[in-house]
């Protein structure tokens, strides 16, 4: 499925303009002086990002911020884009020396003492640039030139990975995928632990990062002995999660003819479509007009503003998910998670567009967050309960356990097809499912 060039070394993110040609003579160098001023400006936008998020971070804000005029932070970078990028690639650069470091993997002890060792030092590096990891899967969806270089960045690292499994001696069709499944299921781990530290109270960061490694190195490496795995698990309850009552929802268009529900059933349909492209800050009424063949005036016959579509698309969102959710079985064959999957993926790209929104929380609006928890929390209780269901050989603490199938059920549905459109919901599930079945449902090899 998915597809790689993993030939030679795999060159560093660099960026060729340090400074711009009108700053005293054109050379990619700068002094000292130069340096801490570029590198001041860089530190004032990384706060702002993370205080106010991409999108409303603008050049005077970074500019003021940094001390700086605005004259001054053109001579170092062409835009707010660009300064971007620049601290996508000090941060990538970062990522890029835990790989250098990842060291021989494998079904023994030292091979996942390697794994625990780099997830240990991708985890602080994911600290330290917390806030450019959540805007690289909204770049992902984003038309934006940035989206090229993040996707680019995954794929290294999965080829690296790649690279790894097949040292190791492990084959078959579906290498490449659990090495991006690895890359992605990681990202999204330290994400949903970073916001969430409920999900693991009472653990210390050493035995978070321990069952985080006994996981991953079942998904890679199924044969490990549980001996082995014995060295780094340890043994922990899920949580017990009590999803909150859904909210009611009102169907306001209930009672009108069929002819307007269906012109609203379009412009819905077309809200989707433009939040799946563009996220909702680069959504714009007159793009969900344009997507659904009417006017501007006639969305704004139906709903108030962009709001009021995202509102009620994170709610229908909402219920049909939850629903699918709850019908999986407390106790997954092979066979039966492969069914369920295929329904649960198809559910989740019909309304990846506002499953981004919330994640992501491109909003502060109470509706939208409560539809994303309502979901949160149906997962992380049905997850729980069937992970509490397999008989181990070897411990692992469910509290991660948890942790991680909730965050590969949110983020590989979408990141398996990142480069490409092609890929199918069967292709998908059917990663997942290897994933889900080698690395949590894995009773152990005495």
């Known amino acids: 499925m998915c597809r790689w ?20 003579a054109h050379s990619p160098v700068v002094g000292k002086r130069g340096a801490r001023t570029r590198q001041r400006i860089l530190d004032a936008a990384l706060t702002l990002i993370e205080r106010d ?13 940094a001390q700086v005029s605005r004259a001054t932070l053109y001579q170092y970078f062409d835009s707010k884009q660009q300064v971007f990028a620049v601290l996508l690639e000090e941060c990538g650069s970062a990522l890029v020396d835990v790989l250098d470091r990842l060291g021989p993997l494998g079904p023994t002890a030292k091979g996942l003492e ?22 690289w899967a909204q770049l992902e969806w984003s038309g934006t030139p940035l989206r090229e270089g993040v996707a680019r960045f995954v794929e290294q690292y999965a080829s690296r990975i790649d690279e790894q499994l097949e040292s190791a001696g492990s084959g078959g069709a579906g290498r490449a995928d659990t090495a991006i499944a690895v890359t992605l299921t990681v990202h999204r781990s330290n994400a949903f632990l970073r916001s969430d530290p409920e999900a693991t109270a009472g653990m210390t960061d050493e035995e978070v990062l321990g069952n985080l490694a006994v996981i991953l190195q079942l998904v890679m490496f199924p044969e490990t002995p549980s001996h082995v795995l014995a060295t780094r698990g340890t043994y922990g ?8 009552p859904p909210r009611e929802r009102e169907d306001r268009f209930a009672d009108r003819s069929d002819r307007v529900r269906g012109t609203v059933r379009q412009l819905l349909d077309a ?71 295929i329904e649960y993926v198809t559910a989740y790209r019909r ?22 928890r309502e979901v949160g929390a149906v997962v992380m209780r049905a997850v729980a309960t069937l992970l509490t269901g397999v008989r181990r050989t070897y411990p692992l603490d469910l509290r991660v356990g948890v942790v991680v199938m909730a965050a590969l059920l949110e983020r590989l549905p979408h990141g398996l097809a990142v480069r490409t459109t092609e890929v199918s919901v069967e292709e998908v599930a059917t ?12 009773p152990g090899r005495g």
């Open 271 to 341: 809200a989707a479509r433009c939040l799946e492209l563009r996220g909702y800050a680069g959504t714009s009424i007159d793009d969900i007009a344009g997507e659904g063949g009417v006017t501007r005036s006639a969305v704004y016959l139906y709903f108030t503003d962009k709001l009021d579509l995202l509102e009620t698309l994170a709610q229908e969102g909402s219920a049909e998910l939850r629903a699918v959710v709850e019908r999986m079985p407390a106790s997954l064959t092979p066979p039966l998670l492969s069914a369920w999957l």
């Open 53 to 65: 998020g991409l999108h409303d971070v603008h050049v005077d804000d970074i500019a003021a911020a």
């Open 351 to 372: 309304h990846s567009g506002v499953v981004q929104v919330w994640t992501q929380e491109q909003t502060s609006s109470p509706v939208v967050r409560q539809a994303g």
């Open 114 to 135: 390697n794994l625990y060792r780099w997830l240990g030092q991708w985890t602080a590096v994911y600290d330290r640039y917390a806030v450019l990891f959540a805007q």
């Open 5 to 24: 060039p993993t030939a030679g070394r795999h060159p560093r993110m660099t960026h060729d303009s340090l400074r711009r040609p009108s700053y005293g």
């Open 431 to 442: 990663t997942m499912a290897a994933v889900i079945v080698n690395g949590l449902l894995n």
């Open 237 to 244: 309850a899920a949580r017990t999660v009590v999803p909150p």
